[in-house]
């Protein structure tokens, strides 16, 4: 079993050097280098290369490195996928994608230009059609490592309303869950707007947690700390997973195939979540160790 986390996902501006320089520094498993919704129109060719300087100045550390390209509709997706494809990147990420055709579209140009046919893609679900079409796109696409929920586009295109119990948004969120599980993809929870909203920012991590997403992306370094604790195994949770393996092994050792822990049963399936627990928290410590 392998893990890497990704609890906290930050949207940096391609065309700021300074929060790009910043970003070296904050405490995010993941850095996403904007090109698309966080650069104006006049700022695209600037914004593209301040990126590549910055991929090649590097010093981001044990930080995933990720570049949002603009939409393969638009003007710019071409110069973007270029550019980013003779880079040291971790993943390319492609907004708006709505078909398997899409990603292989994208794989193509990045192919063409040099890139290898090892770097991950990272698929933004941000439309109706995009959400109808999760199972095709995960599991027909090669190379796609991470599924992106984007709850603003969605949000808007659905129209629905943004509560605090993101009622209207449910169905596409368990979606994306389901086809990422189904296709052995991490999947991540979308963008909270509020920054003043503590208390709901709190909560919407929280319910992403629970409907099953890894992480969740941010627009702010102030959302790093609360997204961190909420998506890292607690204490309870860390000791829980250490009985649950102990009480399994003494099981094995003694030619039986179940155990109890706290009055409940323990199966192999429970075993395998609790390792999981204990690495996830092996690796963000050793992840913030180096």
């Known amino acids: 079993m392998s893990i890497r986390p990704r609890r906290s996902v930050l949207f940096m501006p391609g065309s700021n050097p300074r929060a790009m320089e910043k970003a070296r520094s904050l405490d995010a498993d993941a850095l996403i280098l904007d090109l698309e919704d966080a650069v104006g129109p006049e700022q695209k060719q600037e914004a593209r290369t301040l990126v590549r300087e910055a991929l090649r100045q590097g010093g981001f550390g044990q930080r995933e490195l990720i570049v949002r390209v603009n939409g393969l509709e638009t003007e710019w997706a071409e110069d973007d996928l270029r550019m980013v494809a003779v880079e040291q990147l971790d993943g390319v990420l492609i907004p708006k994608v709505e078909s398997a055709e899409d990603l292989t579209r994208a794989r ?3 192919t063409a230009a040099g890139a290898p046919s090892s770097l ?3 698929a933004m679900a941000e439309t109706p059609r995009g959400i109808l079409n999760l199972v095709l796109i995960c599991a027909g696409s090669a190379g796609l490592q991470v599924l992106v929920a984007g709850t603003s586009d969605l949000a808007r295109d659905l129209r629905v309303r943004h ?3 993101r009622v209207g948004l449910i169905g596409a969120l368990s979606q994306c869950v389901l086809a990422a599980r189904a296709n052995g993809l991490d999947v991540l929870d979308g963008v909270y707007l509020d920054l003043h909203n503590a208390e709901g920012f709190r909560h919407a991590c929280q319910q992403g947690r629970d409907l099953g997403f890894d992480g969740k992306t941010c627009i702010h370094p102030s959302q790093l ?4 604790e909420v998506f890292s195994p607690t204490a309870v949770e860390l000791e ?3 009985r649950v393996i102990a009480a399994w092994d003494e099981a094995q050792a003694q030619g039986k195939g179940l155990a109890v822990v706290n009055g409940r049963l323990v199966e192999s399936l429970h075993v395998e979540e609790a390792r999981r627990t204990l690495l996830l ?3 963000i410590e050793a992840r913030r160790a180096g």
């Open 108 to 110: 193509q140009i990045l």
């Open 120 to 122: 991950p893609l990272w």
């Open 163 to 165: 509560t605090a119990d």
């Open 225 to 228: 700390q609360v997204t961190n």
């Open 240 to 242: 829980l997973a250490r």
């Open 281 to 283: 928290q092996e690796t």
